[in-house]
């Protein structure tokens, strides 16, 4: 009967303790978008922390060294969380600019002719810009080009 208990317990919390990791990796692109604001609001933590500890301080709650001690502490923390926070959302700015550099492509691939390269002899779309057609080797007129 214990034993049964104690394995039940012990089930509950592995599933307690397993949830929450199965679906953070299911869900890979919403947790990357709240990274940054996490590191955010822990940083907006950091700093209320300073702020009371400098109120403290100037109460005369906390000995000079503590303070001190405390003050470089936390200073070190948020300056970390900063470069977190910079470097995630250096990450967000580098994919928003591919995702606008791959959809830029895309419109001028489809607003540009695709029978550039289109093989008259035997119609062949060749899909580089090549002088003889890739299928039978005939020339490919030059006049055809895009300027
Ligand atoms: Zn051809």
Do not use: W
């Not at 299928?135 to 895009?146: Q, V």
């Amino acid at each position: 009967m214990e034993l049964g208990i104690a394995l039940l317990i012990t089930a509950s919390l592995a599933i307690f303790v397993m949830t929450p990791l199965l679906s953070r990796s299911t869900e890979a692109v919403p947790v990357d978008v709240t990274m940054a604001a996490h590191l955010k609001r822990r940083r907006l933590v950091v700093y209320e922390n300073l702020q009371d500890l400098e109120f403290e301080y100037k109460a005369g709650k906390i000995a000079t060294e503590d303070y001190e001690s405390l003050r470089t502490n936390y200073r070190a923390e948020a300056a970390g969380l900063m470069a977190a926070s910079m470097e995630a959302e250096s990450v967000d700015a580098a994919d928003a600019l591919i995702e606008r550099e791959i959809a830029a492509r895309r419109a001028e691939r489809k607003a540009k002719p695709q029978d550039d390269y289109t093989c008259a002899k035997c119609g062949f779309e060749n899909p580089l810009p090549v002088k003889f057609c890739g299928e039978c080797g005939a020339p490919l007129s030059p006049a055809r080009k895009k300027n």
